[in-house]
Protein backbone atom coordinates (compact mmCIF):
# COMPACT_ATOMS: atom_id res chain seq x y z
CA UNK A 1 0.00 0.00 0.00
CA UNK A 2 2.88 2.56 0.82
CA UNK A 3 4.64 2.01 -2.27
CA UNK A 4 1.51 2.27 -4.25
CA UNK A 5 1.30 5.91 -2.10
CA UNK A 6 4.50 6.69 -2.89
CA UNK A 7 4.64 5.93 -6.89
CA UNK A 8 1.92 7.81 -7.29
CA UNK A 9 2.98 11.11 -5.59
CA UNK A 10 6.44 10.16 -7.47
CA UNK A 11 4.64 10.16 -10.45
CA UNK A 12 2.46 13.56 -9.83
CA UNK A 13 5.80 15.17 -8.60
CA UNK A 14 7.20 14.52 -12.20
CA UNK A 15 4.46 16.45 -14.00
CA UNK A 16 6.51 19.57 -12.33
CA UNK A 17 10.05 18.19 -14.19
CA UNK A 18 9.50 20.29 -17.59
CA UNK A 19 8.52 23.48 -15.30
CA UNK A 20 11.50 22.95 -13.06
CA UNK A 21 14.21 22.58 -16.30
CA UNK A 22 12.44 26.31 -17.67
CA UNK A 23 13.15 27.65 -14.29
CA UNK A 24 16.92 26.42 -14.16
CA UNK A 25 17.17 27.86 -17.42
CA UNK A 26 15.82 31.25 -16.51
CA UNK A 27 17.96 31.21 -13.43
CA UNK A 28 21.17 30.56 -15.34
CA UNK A 29 20.84 33.14 -17.41
CA UNK A 30 20.25 35.73 -14.76
CA UNK A 31 23.44 34.87 -13.17
CA UNK A 32 22.44 36.41 -9.91
CA UNK A 33 19.87 33.67 -8.62
CA UNK A 34 22.42 30.98 -7.40
CA UNK A 35 20.78 30.30 -4.60
CA UNK A 36 17.59 29.94 -6.24
CA UNK A 37 19.18 28.13 -8.63
CA UNK A 38 20.45 25.59 -6.04
CA UNK A 39 17.20 24.83 -4.93
CA UNK A 40 15.37 24.42 -7.81
CA UNK A 41 18.38 22.06 -8.58
CA UNK A 42 18.03 20.06 -5.42
CA UNK A 43 13.80 20.12 -6.03
CA UNK A 44 14.42 18.38 -9.69
CA UNK A 45 17.08 15.90 -8.54
CA UNK A 46 15.11 14.83 -5.42
CA UNK A 47 12.20 14.18 -8.22
CA UNK A 48 14.73 12.48 -11.19
CA UNK A 49 17.19 10.49 -9.58
CA UNK A 50 15.79 6.77 -9.21
CA UNK A 51 18.36 5.81 -6.66
CA UNK A 52 17.63 7.40 -4.10
CA UNK A 53 14.05 6.92 -2.21
CA UNK A 54 12.54 9.47 -0.07
CA UNK A 55 10.27 9.22 2.70
CA UNK A 56 6.29 9.68 1.65
CA UNK A 57 6.37 12.89 4.33
CA UNK A 58 9.44 14.27 2.13
CA UNK A 59 7.76 13.92 -1.41
CA UNK A 60 4.63 15.65 0.26
CA UNK A 61 6.59 18.21 1.43
CA UNK A 62 7.85 18.37 -1.59
CA UNK A 63 4.96 18.83 -3.83
CA UNK A 64 3.77 21.81 -1.58
CA UNK A 65 7.29 23.77 -2.16
CA UNK A 66 6.95 23.26 -5.80
CA UNK A 67 3.03 24.16 -6.21
CA UNK A 68 4.21 27.32 -3.85
CA UNK A 69 6.52 28.10 -6.47
CA UNK A 70 4.31 27.00 -9.43
CA UNK A 71 1.90 29.81 -8.36
CA UNK A 72 4.20 32.46 -7.44
CA UNK A 73 5.59 32.11 -10.61
CA UNK A 74 2.44 32.04 -12.45
CA UNK A 75 -0.24 33.87 -10.69
CA UNK A 76 -3.17 33.58 -13.03
CA UNK A 77 -3.43 29.81 -12.71
CA UNK A 78 -5.21 28.27 -9.74
CA UNK A 79 -5.23 24.38 -10.49
CA UNK A 80 -2.86 22.52 -8.07
CA UNK A 81 -0.53 21.02 -10.66
CA UNK A 82 1.09 22.51 -14.18
CA UNK A 83 -0.77 22.48 -17.17
CA UNK A 84 0.19 18.86 -19.68
CA UNK A 85 1.74 20.43 -22.51
CA UNK A 86 0.38 18.20 -24.59
CA UNK A 87 -3.43 18.81 -23.98
CA UNK A 88 -2.66 22.44 -23.80
CA UNK A 89 -1.02 21.92 -27.40
CA UNK A 90 -4.29 19.86 -28.69
CA UNK A 91 -6.40 22.30 -27.99
CA UNK A 92 -4.93 25.32 -29.14
CA UNK A 93 -3.05 24.14 -32.56
CA UNK A 94 -4.22 25.15 -35.27
CA UNK A 95 -2.84 22.73 -37.95
CA UNK A 96 -0.60 19.75 -37.85
CA UNK A 97 2.13 21.66 -36.71
CA UNK A 98 4.58 20.48 -33.54
CA UNK A 99 4.38 22.05 -30.47
CA UNK A 100 7.22 22.60 -28.23
CA UNK A 101 6.88 21.92 -24.30
CA UNK A 102 9.06 24.93 -23.57
CA UNK A 103 6.55 27.22 -25.27
CA UNK A 104 3.58 26.29 -22.68
CA UNK A 105 6.35 26.05 -20.00
CA UNK A 106 8.36 29.30 -20.31
CA UNK A 107 8.60 30.89 -16.83
CA UNK A 108 8.97 34.94 -16.90
CA UNK A 109 10.28 36.27 -13.90
CA UNK A 110 8.66 39.35 -13.68
CA UNK A 111 7.08 40.83 -10.30
CA UNK A 112 4.36 39.82 -9.39
CA UNK A 113 1.30 42.11 -9.04
CA UNK A 114 0.34 41.85 -4.85
CA UNK A 115 -2.15 39.26 -4.16
CA UNK A 116 -3.95 41.86 -2.76
CA UNK A 117 -5.32 45.26 -4.59
CA UNK A 118 -4.98 48.77 -3.27
CA UNK A 119 -7.00 49.42 -1.43
CA UNK A 120 -9.72 52.31 -3.07
CA UNK A 121 -8.96 55.71 -1.99
CA UNK A 122 -11.73 57.40 0.25
CA UNK A 123 -15.04 59.27 -1.39
CA UNK A 124 -14.76 62.98 -1.26
CA UNK A 125 -17.89 64.37 -0.18
CA UNK A 126 -16.82 67.63 -0.18
CA UNK A 127 -19.93 69.98 1.88
CA UNK A 128 -19.92 73.28 1.64
CA UNK A 129 -22.63 74.80 4.08
CA UNK A 130 -22.85 77.75 5.82
CA UNK A 131 -20.64 77.27 8.86
CA UNK A 132 -23.10 77.36 12.01
CA UNK A 133 -21.85 80.79 14.77
CA UNK A 134 -21.86 79.20 17.89
CA UNK A 135 -22.45 81.73 20.69
CA UNK A 136 -19.37 81.44 23.82
CA UNK A 137 -20.48 84.75 25.65
CA UNK A 138 -23.40 86.56 26.19
CA UNK A 139 -22.97 89.33 24.05
CA UNK A 140 -25.56 92.49 24.95
CA UNK A 141 -26.87 94.35 21.65
CA UNK A 142 -27.22 97.67 23.04
CA UNK A 143 -23.56 98.42 23.89
CA UNK A 144 -22.10 97.21 20.70
CA UNK A 145 -23.24 100.25 18.24
Known amino acids: ?43 HDMITDTRKKLKLETLIRCEQVLTNIYHKVNPQIKSSRPIDSTKECASTSKGPSRCDSSTFNRVSFTSSPSSTPRSPSPVRNIVLNKPVTIPTEKVETSAVR
Open 1 to 43: MEDSDYETKLDSLRRYIPFLKNMMIELEAKGNRQAQLTKIKSL
